[in-house]
């Protein structure tokens, strides 16, 4: 289960892209995550402002601003600004905006703590996502736990569960030569299961990636 965010503007401007960042049908790096998670009152914020610029332009926002997503504004405090602090460590520059995409297997932006189950997952988004995994990625990125929900969905479910080899700290679950799919720790995991150095490792390889 998961709470669609009470605010009309923030779901009506997620609505016009279903991502964040750039274009998936256009991006090398492809990430996968479960939602697009938003503090509550994202709306009470002074910056909101920001929010807006974002989701209109993504692209826009990381080459002017000179930071991938506003949660990573000095003022930010809320949901999510774990999890942008932990992906800047990978090492991508406004340089890289056209080139990095978000997608989530929801596909309108949520508030609150998300337990997704199967139920949630829509059939229309499976076949956009997958789509945009098909697509030209050079890199696609599945956490451990975002690639359990999809490979109940019958558009994922020839996804491999063990690695094929391993780039470093990075388990390998398809290649190709146009193509890599990594499996790896969500960035804003945190405990024994997900230890800190080798998510540490993962985005130090993952920034080895980066030509």
Known sequence: M???HRNDELVELYSHTKYQGADPEKARFLFFGLDANFNACIDEWKHFPEIRSYLENGVHYWTDRGFHHPFLHPEYRGDGAKYHKQFSKIGFTREHAECVSFVELIDVPTCGRSHLEDDDMESSHMDRLKAWFDGPAKYIFIPRTVGHLLRRTPQFSGLRKEPIR????????????????????????????????IKDRQLEDIGKLIW
């Open 2 to 4: 998961y709470c669609k």
């Open 166 to 197: 391993h780039q470093g700290s990075l388990p390998v679950l398809y290649e190709s030569p146009q193509k890599v799919v990594f499996d790896h720790f969500h960035f804003s995991c945190k405990g024994r299961h997900c230890p800190q150095d």
